[in-house]
């Protein structure tokens, strides 16, 4: 692919990135609103969240495997109108039960955007700065993290939840569009593409995984971290109106935390490059355990001082695991693959805000959050897993 193609496919992916992520975590501003109007216990609360990322979830690894056939474009373009209907429709909500049922059809139409926007990201940089591209990619969702968020917390103050989430999907809508068009008129994701091609020859048979301990690995650190990322931005309202905050101040301590994680993705990928995967993983698993369980004994205004630090390392890692992903699996497989290891990571994400909100119904936030923390750092050892892998230690016969 020609340098002009493969930086129009970049900024592509990147503003359906933009989009949903930008749909994912504004849920996180919304749910305090939504624990307060329908009196939400902390576990139905954990359940919304999970609604979402189920959906998400359960619809990766369809999604890699029609687009072998299909083409990313198309499927690309009807989820992401799939995700944005959603949120149009979520301003009707009435109760727990619609909010539950529109929440998961959002993120099953959500569920097509990182395996097939990462693998379109993959193929236009097959030759050239791959993680760098994918760390660019990463970037631009945590800049629909910063913004959205803080947005719609600013517009819920002004005109209420329900016309707010409406306005974010009709914007979505309009992103649609413009997604499919530019992608069409650069040629790329099209239906029967090279990776089907490729497939009829045989040398990417199952999922196309190189070496099966390095994904193994790969996968439970990201599983970790997923779970543990989703399960703090869940509870971190809870914790600041604890200490003080109004939901509009909560809506920008996450735009402060998805701050320092666009700025974590973005260098974190880069850094890899530079200092080596283990090193960098080590480096932001640190940060991030070690800034949750800080927190916890903060004062308000340091605490929203600590957040775009903590940011950095919250979100920095994953840029680094969809890296190396492409360096475990063979090129014709890598919507599949990248569609398995997104769904072991936010399928451990979907879980994990309603069993942290069991222990919260049970202890209080604060004894969850110092469990959350802890287990952060348990990816410390795993990434030492990673060594014979990266160094080029790769099985002869694909999975």
């Given at each position: 692919m020609d340098a002009r193609r493969a930086r129009g496919t970049l900024l592509t992916t990147c503003a359906t990135h933009f989009l949903h992520d930008g749909f994912s975590e504004l849920v996180y501003v919304l749910l305090p609103v939504w624990a307060a109007e329908f009196r939400l216990t902390f576990v139905q609360v954990g359940l919304l969240r999970s609604a979402y990322s189920s959906g998400m979830a359960s619809f990766q690894i369809p999604a890699g495997i029609l687009a072998e056939g299909w083409g990313e474009r198309g499927l690309l373009a009807a989820g992401t109108a799939v995700t944005a209907l959603g949120f149009v429709v979520l301003g009707l909500a009435g109760g727990f039960a619609s909010l539950l049922l529109l929440l998961l059809l959002a993120g099953l139409g959500s569920g097509v955007q990182h395996p097939l926007s990462s693998s379109l990201v993959s193929k236009a940089y097959e030759t050239g700065p791959r993680r760098v591209a994918l760390g660019t990619f990463?970037?631009?969702?945590?800049?629909?993290?910063?913004?959205?968020?803080?947005?719609?917390?600013?517009?819920?103050?002004?005109?209420?939840?329900?016309?707010?989430?409406?306005?974010?999907?009709?914007?979505?809508?309009?992103?649609?569009?413009?997604?499919?068009?530019?992608?069409?008129?650069?040629?790329?994701?099209?239906?029967?593409?090279?990776?089907?091609?490729?497939?009829?020859?045989?040398?990417?048979?199952?999922?196309?995984?190189?070496?099966?301990?390095?994904?193994?690995?790969?996968?439970?650190?990201?599983?970790?971290?997923?779970?543990?990322?989703?399960?703090?931005?869940?509870?971190?309202?809870?914790?600041?109106?604890?200490?003080?905050?109004?939901?509009?101040?909560?809506?920008?301590?996450?735009?402060?935390?998805?701050?320092?994680?666009?700025?974590?993705?973005?260098?974190?990928?880069?850094?890899?490059?530079?200092?080596?995967?283990?090193?960098?993983?080590?480096?932001?698993?640190?940060?991030?355990?070690?800034?949750?369980?800080?927190?916890?004994?903060?004062?308000?205004?340091?605490?929203?001082?600590?957040?775009?630090?903590?940011?950095?390392?919250?979100?920095?890692?994953?840029?680094?695991?969809?890296?190396?992903?492409?360096?475990?699996?063979?090129?014709?497989?890598?919507?599949?693959?990248?569609?398995?290891?997104?769904?072991?990571?936010?399928?451990?994400?979907?879980?994990?805000?309603?069993?942290?909100?069991?222990?919260?119904?049970?202890?209080?936030?604060?004894?969850t959050l110092t469990i959350v923390g802890l287990a952060v750092l348990t990816t410390i050892p795993l990434s030492q897993l990673l060594r014979a892998p990266i160094a080029g230690e790769v099985t002869t016969h694909p999975l």
């Amino acid at each position: 692919m020609d340098a002009r193609r493969a930086r129009g496919t970049l900024l592509t992916t990147c503003a359906t990135h933009f989009l949903h992520d930008g749909f994912s975590e504004l849920v996180y501003v919304l749910l305090p609103v939504w624990a307060a109007e329908f009196r939400l216990t902390f576990v139905q609360v954990g359940l919304l969240r999970s609604a979402y990322s189920s959906g998400m979830a359960s619809f990766q690894i369809p999604a890699g495997i029609l687009a072998e056939g299909w083409g990313e474009r198309g499927l690309l373009a009807a989820g992401t109108a799939v995700t944005a209907l959603g949120f149009v429709v979520l301003g009707l909500a009435g109760g727990f039960a619609s909010l539950l049922l529109l929440l998961l059809l959002a993120g099953l139409g959500s569920g097509v955007q990182h395996p097939l926007s990462s693998s379109l990201v993959s193929k236009a940089y097959e030759t050239g700065p791959r993680r760098v591209a994918l760390g660019t990619f990463n970037f631009s969702g945590d800049l629909g993290k910063v913004t959205v968020p803080a947005a719609v917390a600013l517009a819920t103050a002004v005109i209420g939840w329900r016309w707010a989430a409406a306005g974010y999907g009709m914007l979505g809508l309009l992103g649609t569009l413009g997604i499919f068009l530019v992608l069409r008129r650069l040629a790329t994701g099209a239906m029967g593409g090279e990776g089907l091609a490729q497939d009829s020859r045989g040398p990417g048979r199952g999922w196309g995984i190189r070496d099966r301990k390095g994904f193994q690995a790969l996968s439970a650190i990201g599983i970790i971290d997923n779970s543990t990322r989703t399960a703090f931005l869940t509870f971190l309202p809870f914790l600041l109106i604890a200490k003080g905050s109004t939901v509009q101040a909560v809506g920008l301590a996450l735009a402060l935390v998805f701050a320092g994680g666009a700025v974590g993705k973005f260098v974190c990928g880069a850094l890899a490059e530079r200092v080596g995967v283990i090193r960098t993983v080590v480096l932001t698993e640190l940060v991030t355990g070690g800034g949750i369980l800080a927190l916890l004994a903060l004062p308000l205004a340091p605490a929203l001082v600590l957040l775009p630090i903590l940011g950095v390392g919250l979100n920095g890692t994953s840029s680094v695991l969809y890296g190396t992903v492409a360096d475990l699996v063979t090129p014709e497989r890598r919507s599949r693959a990248y569609g398995l290891f997104y769904t072991l990571g936010i399928g451990s994400g979907a879980v994990a805000p309603s069993v942290y909100g069991l222990v919260s119904d049970w202890a209080g936030v604060p004894v969850t959050l110092t469990i959350v923390g802890l287990a952060v750092l348990t990816t410390i050892p795993l990434s030492q897993l990673l060594r014979a892998p990266i160094a080029g230690e790769v099985t002869t016969h694909p999975l």
